[in-house]
């Protein structure tokens, strides 16, 4: 069997640098390689409502603002499924069944979400639909027979809780389902973007982020906002490059041309960081060229992005159609784990 790939984003805003380095751009090479079977996208509303529950009204809105992140960034609605989670209740069913597998202890102990409920203060009034995300997450990738996952590194234990249930599904009902692998980006420091405070992540919760959809004024204002190195104060004090988030996002962004059309009094980037560790170098100057650079990356995004934002009704259809489709497989999934189950009684 060919390869089927499988990834989705809470519509709780808009995507970020983080989604497109950690996620986003290995989605689109997949897509673009064709060396698969299937892939879906989706938008994985009901996820989102397990911490945002009473803003459905937030939801909703990014529900638009995350598929027109997908259109901007490449995703290709004629070479992959978008589809808007929610509209397929067969996902809930398979939740249901596959709650029987994992124990709250094992759900404790899964790290991503530990530091998640610390971070939205839920310590003892934890809503159950969150702290059981993870087996819904593994109803969507096991619900189209997902063998690839390309994600973040926060994402490593949803999968590993997939590929647990999914053995013990396995052993106890017959072989049924499929075994997931992430894929995590080719360059580590993709893994795991730091925010523009220098948070170890950038992340919506956390409003430290650039959006693709930022307009050029909004990524100068935060690029020449960033957490670079505290002691680097006059011009000619020696800098830090470890830890200052705008190397981290030079060394992630920059291109081999960048210096030429950008900085030409460098030769590359070991060439700036080391004058920048020698001091003389001040922030303004590598800010500057820093916004040059993810300038150029951003701006066709975000003209593709403003083109389809002109047409929703071709956004909506292409949702709709695409969650047709992916309703059907998920219908043929669930109908042999309810045979595999024994609770197929009228067949
Ligand atoms: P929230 O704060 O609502 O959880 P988020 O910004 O963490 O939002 P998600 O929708 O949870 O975004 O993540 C979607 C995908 O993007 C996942 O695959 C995740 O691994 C990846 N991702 C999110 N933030 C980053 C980041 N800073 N660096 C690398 N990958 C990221
Ligand atoms: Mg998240």
């Not at 080719?186 to 992340?203: F, P, Q, T, W």
């Not at 920048?276 to 650079?293: A, E, H, S």
Request: include cysteine; hydrophobic fraction near 35%.
């Amino acid at each position: 069997m060919g390869n089927i790939i499988l990834t989705g984003d809470r519509p709780t805003g808009k995507l970020h640098l983080g989604h497109y380095v950690g996620s986003l751009r290995n989605r689109v090479r997949m897509q673009n390689e064709g060396n698969y079977d299937k892939m879906f996208v989706f938008l994985a509303d009901a996820q989102a409502l397990t911490d945002n529950f009473d803003n459905p009204e937030k939801v909703r809105d990014n529900i638009k603002e995350v598929a027109l992140d997908y259109l901007a960034v490449g995703l290709d609605p004629e070479k992959c499924t978008i589809f808007i989670q929610s509209m397929i209740p067969e996902l809930t069913e398979l939740t249901f069944y596959y709650m029987n597998l994992v124990t709250i202890a094992r759900l404790h102990r899964n790290p991503t979400v530990k530091s998640e409920i610390e971070q939205r203060g839920f310590e003892e009034s934890i809503p159950a639909g969150f702290f059981t995300y993870p087996v819904s997450q593994t109803a969507d990738i096991t619900g189209f027979k997902a063998n690839l996952v390309p994600v973040g590194e926060d994402q490593m234990p949803m999968l590993e809780q997939a590929r647990e249930i999914v053995r013990k599904f396995n052993s106890i009902y017959g072989e049924t389902l499929v075994e997931p692998e992430i894929v995590l980006p080719e360059d580590e420091r993709c893994y795991r973007l730091v925010g523009i405070d220098g948070n170890a992540k950038m992340s919506k919760s956390l409003g430290n982020c650039i959006y693709l959809s930022d307009s050029e004024e909004e990524i100068k204002k935060k690029v020449f906002s960033m957490y670079t190195d505290p002691n680097h104060i006059k011009v000619d004090d020696p800098g830090k490059v470890e830890g200052n988030v705008v190397f981290t996002y030079l060394d992630i962004f920059c291109r081999e041309d960048s210096f030429e059309k950008y900085l030409p009094e460098y030769k590359n980037l070991d060439e700036l960081k080391e004058h920048y560790r020698r001091g003389g170098l001040g922030d303004m100057k590598i800010k500057k060229f820093l916004n040059d650079v993810l300038q150029e990356e951003l701006k066709p995004i975000r003209e593709r992005r403003e083109k389809f934002a002109q047409d929703m009704d071709y956004v909506y259809d292409m949702l709709k159609k695409g969650t047709e489709e992916a309703r059907k497989v998920a219908a043929e999934t669930l109908h042999e784990v309810r045979a595999a189950m024994k609770i197929n009684y009228f067949e």
